[in-house]
């Protein structure tokens, strides 16, 4: 399945951005999808992850509260809506679906089988 990230920009610390991640294919509603981000000079991290359904949602320890992650399977679309964003929070975001393999949320890239191209998300005043 392609992907495509979109919805990046630039804002100030307390703001917030809802990014998307599409795809063309019918698949995609198949695919547990997860949302990563890398900081430059960082490894890539794990933020976010929704299964297919959207009925099953883990975010890492450092966003939870903050983010949310949702899908619209009829849009072939997911969502990561960011609040109270703040300069750690810049980097470039990316989301991937999960191998369909894997049964539970996965946390790790190499667990992935498809990334989009990533978005850039730039905290500051």
């Known amino acids: 399945v392609q992907l495509q990230a979109s919805g990046g920009g630039l804002v100030q610390p307390g703001g917030s951005l809802r990014l998307s991640c599409a795809a063309s294919?019918?698949?995609?509603?198949?695919?547990?999808i997860g949302w990563f981000r890398q900081a430059p000079g960082k490894e890539r991290e794990f933020v976010a992850n929704?299964?297919?359904?959207?009925?099953?949602?883990s975010y890492h320890a450092s966003v939870q509260g903050r983010l949310s992650i949702s899908r619209d399977n009829a849009k072939n679309t997911v969502y990561l809506q960011m609040t109270s964003l703040q300069p750690e929070d810049t980097a470039v975001y990316y989301c991937?679906?999960?191998?369909?393999?894997?049964?539970?949320?996965?946390?790790?890239?190499?667990?992935?089988?498809?990334w989009g191209q990533g978005t850039q998300v730039t905290v500051s005043s």
């Open positions: 991937a679906a999960q191998n369909r393999d894997l049964p539970k949320p996965a946390f790790h890239a190499y667990e992935y089988e498809s």
């Open positions: 929704i299964n297919s359904s959207g009925g099953t949602k």
């Open positions: 294919e019918r698949t995609f509603s198949t695919y547990a």
